[in-house]
């Protein structure tokens, strides 16, 4: 079936560090890529998204390309604040009802 | 738009007994979903609905979990004779029915703790 692998954390940085979180996809057919972020005490939100082969997601200074020859789609951001820290998931969708399969999560610390 | 809610947020229960929880999705959001999430993990799906019809259930939802939508609003998931490997944290998001890539909007979650 559908999987979704990304890099374990947890990674802590400090601020103004660049970020990269691993994602890498198992699919059939062609699916839908996210990244959805858990901030502490909160719930789960949409971060970025992308629909199909070579496109970049981006929001909040993060980006992502959707890249289908290598079945990946890697969480960036240039320069990251104390108040990125959160959880990353990476996750998937496709098929009729376009549920979600999700990564483990990553758990990202950023120190001032 | 209130956004997705979840009824209780917490629930402490003893093995055995029976416990439900409440989804109210985004009013004009057809299609809900429930997803369990263990410390540690991502969120795993359980069950799809497209307005009051259950379309597609995951083999983790055993016998003992039974989820409706009767009006095609509100959903309750009710897991019978819990036992101690149900304690998780229960998700309910929704989604309009616009085709692929929509973004799915989640609730808060019911954490559930079997003792």
């Known amino acids: 079936g559908d999987s979704v692998t990304q890099m374990e954390g947890p990674v802590t940085l400090s601020e103004e560090a660049f970020l990269t979180i691993n994602c890498t996809y198992t699919?059939?057919?062609?699916?839908?890529l996210f990244w959805y972020v858990q901030y502490p005490g909160e719930g789960l939100q949409l971060l970025l998204k992308?629909?199909?082969?070579?496109d970049k997601g981006s929001n909040k200074g993060f980006e992502a390309t959707y890249r289908k020859e290598t079945t990946s789609f890697h969480l960036e951001k240039g320069s990251v604040q104390v108040s990125d820290s959160a959880v990353y998931f990476c996750?998937?969708?496709?098929?009729?009802?376009?549920?979600?399969?999700f990564g483990k999560g990553t758990k990202l610390t950023v120190n001032p | 738009d209130t956004g997705v809610s979840q009824d209780p947020r917490h629930k402490i229960t003893k093995r055995g007994q029976n416990v439900t929880f409440r989804c109210d999705p985004i009013?004009?959001?057809?299609?809900l979903y429930w997803y369990r999430q263990t410390l540690g993990q991502g969120p795993e799906f359980l069950t799809y609905?497209?307005?009051?019809?259950?379309?597609?259930k995951s083999r983790l939802l055993s016998n003992r979990f039974s989820a409706e939508r009767p009006k095609g609003s509100f959903s309750t998931l009710e897991i019978q004779r819990t036992e101690q490997g149900d304690s998780a944290m229960y998700l309910c998001?929704?989604?309009?029915?616009?085709?692929?890539?929509?973004?799915?909007?989640f609730g808060p979650g019911t954490r559930l703790t079997v003792t």
């Open positions: 699919a059939t057919g062609y699916p839908s």
């Open positions: 009013s004009e959001h057809n299609r």
């Open positions: 998001a929704s989604s309009p029915d616009r085709g692929k890539g929509y973004e799915q909007y």
């Open positions: 609905f497209q307005n009051e019809a259950q379309l597609e």
């Open positions: 992308a629909t199909k082969a070579d």
């Open positions: 996750a998937l969708s496709g098929g009729g009802s376009e549920k979600l399969v």
